[in-house]
């Protein structure tokens, strides 16, 4: 892991002004600009409530503070704000170790929690940042004093994190071969996998640095979708879910997310109703929970691995 500050963010934008990402969907080129003052309007949701069931749909993206919908993948501010409420306290330290834009740790220093971004990418780091330079303070006299941490590193090898000293995951991987996040590819960049098998075990060393870092008795949330593969599903979603499991979490829920507004929708509404299947509109957000010391785990067997 190598850490990008406030003061490396600040130097490169000295000579760059542009990141440069790549849609295979739609096969270009997707140009994001950085280093411009942000003009913010709002700095939270209006009307905000916690989801209180286990479908979460939102057809409008938010788009307070600095969120935008530029990079694609990338989950709705409002769901990285209802898992860092409802799973994590003011002061507490949440990692999102495949940060992309950015959403989880802009929600992190808009709710008063302490946040570190991974990324493979370095230029998903430098948006990261980019999203993050901007003044926020609370008319809360006890909103606490935050930072904002971001490495270019792997989420299978977080060596610079301690053994159970994270108290929230919540992350968004990319999916196998269907979005790649990268201009040009990335070393262990899991986008360009198109292997399930091979994506899966991959995934797999993510449980496990997610489980060494986590501590007892918290949460990781953790959002991932399916594929169609010869015109039939490929249950990717809950393979993941295994592999999570595997490793020692417990499952805690999980969670439909509505897709709105798949740019990739009205090319293929038209393909599936000429080859005859059905369009993936969802996806899984798991949310695992780290047995804490000395638990009676018999009681969750059925929420455990059970093969």
């Not at 989880?104 to 370095?122: A, F, Q, S, W, Y």
């Not at 899966?200 to 489980?211: G, N, P």
């Amino acid at each position: 892991m190598r850490e990008i500050t406030q003061e490396d963010y600040e130097r490169y934008v000295r000579d760059h002004q542009e990141l440069v990402f790549r849609d295979r969907v739609g096969r270009r080129k997707i140009i994001i600009k950085i280093g411009k003052k942000h003009r913010i309007r709002d700095y939270g949701p209006k009307g905000f409530e916690l989801e209180g069931t286990t479908v979460w749909s939102y057809p409008r993206r938010g788009a307070w503070a600095t969120h935008k919908g530029d990079y694609r993948g990338n989950w709705p501010p409002q769901m990285a704000r209802n898992i860092i409420l409802r799973y994590s306290k003011p002061g507490e330290w949440v990692l999102d170790q495949m940060v992309g834009s950015g959403t989880t740790l802009i929600e992190c220093k808009l709710l008063g929690r302490n946040g570190i971004g991974v990324d493979v990418n370095p230029a998903c780091i430098y948006l990261t940042r980019d999203r993050l330079n901007f003044s926020f303070r609370s008319l809360d006299p006890s909103f606490p004093e935050t930072v904002q941490r971001t490495y270019v590193g792997d989420a299978r090898n977080l060596n610079e994190i301690e053994d159970a000293s994270i108290d929230l995951i919540a992350t968004h991987p990319p999916y196998a071969s269907i979005i790649p996040y990268s201009k040009e590819r990335v070393s262990g960049d899991l986008s360009y996998v198109h292997s399930v098998d091979e994506y899966v075990e991959e995934i797999r060393k993510v449980a496990e640095e997610s489980f060494r870092v986590l501590k007892p008795g918290r949460y990781c949330a953790i959002l991932v979708g399916d594929t169609r593969r010869n015109k039939h599903y490929v249950p990717i979603a809950f393979r993941v879910m295994q592999a999570f499991l595997d490793v020692g979490f417990i499952l805690k829920e999980d969670v439909i997310k509505h897709q709105w507004r798949c740019k990739a929708t009205p090319f293929w509404l038209k393909r599936s109703i000429e080859y005859n299947f059905l369009l993936i509109m969802h996806e899984h957000l798991f949310v695992f929970r780290k047995p804490g010391e000395g638990e009676r785990l018999e009681r969750f067997k059925e929420s455990m691995k059970w093969w």
